[in-house]
């Protein structure tokens, strides 16, 4: 059937295959997934299961995904951890929180804008206000504890890879173990 397709259809569907062979797995906690082949992983981090840069939209600055995982019981409550993450931004717009379940794992998201504090370092002290962010987060509730997965960046770049980290938050399941 591809013999028979007009020849941009063609490039486009190898094109499309490649891009789904360049996309990053991770894991942690029990489960996979699968972050989108434009977003780049980035060196390892303290306290991260994976870092990802999201590119930037035209005309503004490229944004990240942090991925942790601390063990069951460890990093706090899905409640404490999305009151912390809405904390983290000034003037916020009102969050946006939903729960879905993907391949059978709770998943709890939230969606919120404003000036975001940059948190960092040992004691997450704000390092510098940045307004017109944006953070999309998702808390899982993994086999082996929670697995946060948290997009922050300019407005226009987080809108921009929002359907990616939406495929990214779809693709999650539980890990199998290799044989």
Known sequence: MLLR???WVRGLAAFSVAAIALA?????????????????AAAPRPMRAA???IP?????????????FFGKGQGGSVEENLNRWETQ???????????????GLRVRRMDVSGTYLAPGG??????GKKPGWRLLGAIVEAPEGLVFFKCVGPAA??????????????????????A
């Open 24 to 40: 990053v797995e991770g894991s942690a906690g029990g489960v996979r997934w699968t972050a989108p082949p434009r977003w780049q």
């Open 122 to 127: 040992p004691m997450m002290q704000s390092q």
């Open 5 to 7: 397709m007009r020849p």
């Open 89 to 103: 931004f000034e003037s916020a717009t009102k969050p946006k929180r939903s729960e879905q379940t993907v391949h």
């Open 157 to 178: 770049t987080i809108a921009k890879a929002e359907r990616e980290f939406d495929a990214l938050v779809a693709s999650i399941s539980v890990a199998t173990a290799k």
């Open 51 to 53: 870092t990802y840069t």
């Open 56 to 68: 930037a939209a035209a005309g503004s600055e490229a944004g990240g995904c942090g991925v942790f």
